[in-house]
């Protein structure tokens, strides 16, 4: 089985930088996604890592340590438009297959 | 816009009735996979298809079940269904292969049993 934890909420301020971490016990790891939410809308792709460090993309960054179960998301120069829920999803392959086991989100609040 | 395409977007029905949920992947997406997506749950694997076959189960109920058509499309089939069946139901799709071929979702299917 699978089990993935990530914090229910966060707040932070516009132009701040804010880490979102997720901690994951999985056999058979095979790749990390973080997903971008806006309420009632669809998950959008932001970042994977399958390999130990840090990807970065533009304002966004994701990190991964395999051998801690362990990534975090980290969101620079916040903008209100990243008000958002962000879900961390690990790709597990013990199945013989690829399916990503999500979890629960993180609520992420940006204020003026 | 992901190139994922979901009808209906929204569905009320009654308890005990049955619905059908239809999407259509990407332009050359092997691939779909169903979530439910409820508020205590977060985002729940049901079932992922590869051209045509089912390749993986997860969380799915005995009343729930879906099928990939050989143009790809594939529908997810609700029966019986219960008050706590509501809610929002994502399709998603992937190129074939094992690389880093992130899932793209569709705008989802608001479905709310009275």
């Known amino acids: 089985g699978q089990n993935i934890d990530q914090p229910t909420e966060m707040t932070a301020t516009e132009g701040a930088i804010v880490q979102i971490n997720c901690t994951y016990q999985?056999?058979?790891?095979?790749?990390l996604f973080w997903y971008q939410q806006h309420a009632g809308e669809a998950p959008t792709f932001l970042s994977y890592?399958?390999?130990?460090g840090l990807e970065e993309k533009g304002r966004f960054s994701s990190f991964l340590s395999r051998s801690k179960g362990y990534s975090y998301l980290l969101l620079k120069e916040l903008q209100m438009k990243d008000s958002a829920s962000y879900l961390c999803?690990?790709?597990?392959?013990?199945?013989?297959?690829?399916?990503?086991?999500f979890g629960k989100g993180t609520m992420l609040l940006v204020s003026p | 816009d992901s190139g994922v395409t979901q009808t209906p977007k929204h569905l009320i029905t009654a308890t005990g009735q049955r619905v059908t949920l239809r999407c259509s992947p990407r332009s050359g997406d092997l691939s779909v996979y169903w979530y439910q997506q409820s508020l205590d749950q977060g985002l729940q694997f049901l079932i992922q298809y590869y051209n045509g076959e089912e390749r993986a189960k997860g969380n799915i109920l005995e009343r729930f079940s879906a099928q990939q058509f050989p143009d790809l499309h594939s529908e997810l089939n609700l029966s019986s269904l219960e008050l706590g069946d509501s809610a929002l139901y994502f399709c998603?799709?992937?190129?074939?292969?094992?690389?880093?071929?992130?899932?793209?979702f569709g705008p989802g299917t608001r479905l709310t049993v009275t």
């Open positions: 890592n399958v390999l130990d």
């Open positions: 999985t056999s058979g790891f095979n790749g």
């Open positions: 998603a799709s992937s190129a074939p292969g094992q690389g880093s071929y992130e899932q793209y």
């Open positions: 999803a690990v790709r597990d392959t013990d199945s013989g297959y690829s399916t990503l086991t």
